[in-house]
């Protein structure tokens, strides 16, 4: 299978480092091709613009997506846009790894979905079972501030899962891609390194296991 | 009242423009001061990382909170988020204008948060109603590429009130500010230029009677 690992965090001894680290070393230790991009040493550009575009359809008004169905037509996307479009097209598989900072996404990783999942590449017409990834598995790999009671239904933010369905269900699955259910490491910044060892060990008994992963059930509303 | 428009998208002629440009036009009118932090035009940074500090806490290990708290107490962030910050301290109000991309705010004004919400600045240790921002309020004023019928208990995308609580409540309540009832522009661009001109009327509108918009009930857990 071809992994795409991809990684925003600005410190390459961070947990968040140890759990990418671990996932590319398990699966290639199964077999698996893997591929990372790490958005942070990469400089991945976040913020989406004109010059995401080698070609312009409409130089008087700026319009993104339109943007992006013309430079999907004309090969004309920027070439880190490119790159990272290139990996997808190659990846069975994207594990994305990152801390939750705001109950989201990093700047860093936001901007990667803005700028890589275009329209006409990632999704359009068809959307959700009708994708333009379809066929694809992904997964998300994060670690929180705080603990596991700081979520839940009776907790002030709520439950984990619907803090990630805007990624989840609103950029993998609306692009038509599987979702895996997601691993959480819970505050390793509050634990103890035996406690942080014991997580990292969890994390590759969950990759050893991958195929196994059940699937979300992202098929009808944010409730189900 | 001191009002900060944080706005975020990258076509001057777009809806969104528009949609700012009257807001600080009928918030003048009234007597109200606004400053505008148009981040597109500013090349506002989105990436989180070690040149947002003057000072370094800690050289071998990078803690972006950490690091903000040292820097928060040493008042060594860097300038463009001490400008930001400065804006934040003067304004009793903030209105954020941005599309919907991706069902979330777009990478730079999440950079915004990552970067100048601080912790000391915004939060910290005081959370939620102990939130370092308590006595000023905010309100989102948004975008969408569809209509409302996308987003609702049966619909996909699921209630656009879920959709925004985490900048709702995970950022703007949890550093204690009080958030007003968003305004929403439905899908103006499949809309006619009449229609366009009537919801921008709504929207001065609603600007106009500003102290009456009502607060969310934001108080305890994501439900309520």
Redesign the interface.
Known sequence: MNVLIVYAH??E??FNAAMKNIAQKVLESQGHQVQISDL?KMNFK?????SDFLGVLDS??????KEQFHASKTQTFAKDIEDEQNKIRWADFILFQFPL????????L??W??RV?AYKFAYGPGR?EEGLLKGKKAMLSITT?GGPEEYG???????IM??L??IH???LF?CGMDVLTPFVAWGP?GKTPEERERLLCDYAKRMEELESIPLLRLS????K
Chains 1, 2 share one sequence.
Do not use: M
């Open positions: 600005p410190e001894k961070s942070y976040a913020v989406a613009d004109r008087d008004f700026f319009n993104y997506i900072w705001w109950t989201d996404a990093p700047a860093i936001k901007g979905f803005d999942f959700y501030g239904e009776d907790a002030r933010k709520g439950p619907e803090r369905f805007s269900h609103e950029k609306y910044q009808l509303v944010s409730k």
